[in-house]
């Protein structure tokens, strides 16, 4: 069995997006495959079994045959830190971590995937570095775009890496502003090469893989429908809160923004219903919607079609009529409990993560390693375990 470990430089820097493309390239070239995170600190319960999220997700979009507890050997909830300082966690934890390694001894390959930079886990011993070096795998480390700030992060992490005796079998740039930045490969390959690092490719940057569809929001919230709009497959482009004044939030807001705003907030409700109500398209703005006063059209020049969709926070459902000026302006809007902060909070889970419903992300995500990772590179750079 070869097996290489997948390292980042820090947290959403698209190690997850390269872990897709890296088992679905090992598949396609007819290997038996097999998907490991050995220190999880995002755990969910899959069939009554506790596991890293990741190894959720790669088990399921690939449909791998090998159990949860393999994967997914040691996890991290909230205040196990604490524990482990104290000397409350007496379990060599390591030894679970080789034990689960052991049982993929049948498999032609397996991608080991880390939590975050070299660093992460130090606090229990069982940071990146420590366990590539347990498991003797080398390492290739994911950065995302830039020139000097991934050359930075790769070589520090690398450092980290080496001083443990792991092999750097090379680099990942993710999210490259390709098209804007000419001559970018040969500028990151030329300053990796110096420190003594390969870069094996780059991946160009794709909103869908950084932002979620308003589809994904509404399943992600698990809100209320009041309107789907013209299409749930639309990628969002931001996201801004509806905190503040309606004309100064304008000025926050693109068309393809989602706003999460108080359901009770009419004020900014409504004066984004008249940005969609006016323009090009629509040549006038009622005057009010169902006994409502709108929002005069002049107050939005030069904002017609602000925003995608709104999320209704608070559980403050609005009046009829100021639903029925949503569903006439055509905006998507979904109404949710809880409040604006943990809203947001979820929201943001949902702009970095990738999830197993996520078909149209995942299918990119493929389609973009076939087309930019020389996967045979990547096998090369994996080393026989025993």
Known sequence: MRHVYLAATGQNRGKTTAALGFLDGFLRNGLTTGFMKPVGQRTVIQDGVAADEDAVLMKAVFRLPDRLAAMSPVHIPRGFTKAYIAGEVVE??????????????????LLVEGTGHAGVGAVVGLSNAVVAAMLRTPAIIVSEGGVGRPIDEIVLNASLFRAHGVEVAGAIVNKVQVDAQP???????????????????????????????????????HGETLHEGPDLDEVIGGVAIGAMEPGHMLERVGPRT?????????????????????GPA????????????MVPAA?????????????????????PAVIDAIRRADLFATLVHEDTYAVASEVHDLLVKTHAGDRGK?????????????????????????
């Open 92 to 109: 060599d934890l390591g030894a679970r971590i080789q034990e689960a390694h052991r049982t993929f001894a049948g498999h032609d390959v």
């Open 362 to 386: 995942i299918e990119t995500i493929k389609a973009l390693v076939a087309e930019h990772l020389d996967i045979d590179r990547i096998l090369a750079a994996a080393a026989p375990a025993w």
């Open 299 to 319: 107050e939005v020049d030069g904002h017609e079609g602000a925003a995608l969709g709104l999320v209704l926070t608070g559980g403050y459902r609005p009046r």
């Open 282 to 293: 629509r040549p006038g703005t009622p005057a009010e919607v169902g006994g409502i006063s």
């Open 183 to 221: 001559g970018i490969a040969k500028t990151l390959d030329r300053g990796l090469r110096r420190q003594g690092v390969e870069l094996l490719g780059l991946l160009p940057y794709r909103p869908i893989l950084t932002n979620p569809t308003l589809g994904m929001i509404l399943e992600g919230v």
């Open 258 to 278: 989602l706003v999460i705003v108080p359901g009770d907030r009419e004020d900014v409700i409504l004066t984004l219903t008249t940005a969609h109500l006016v």
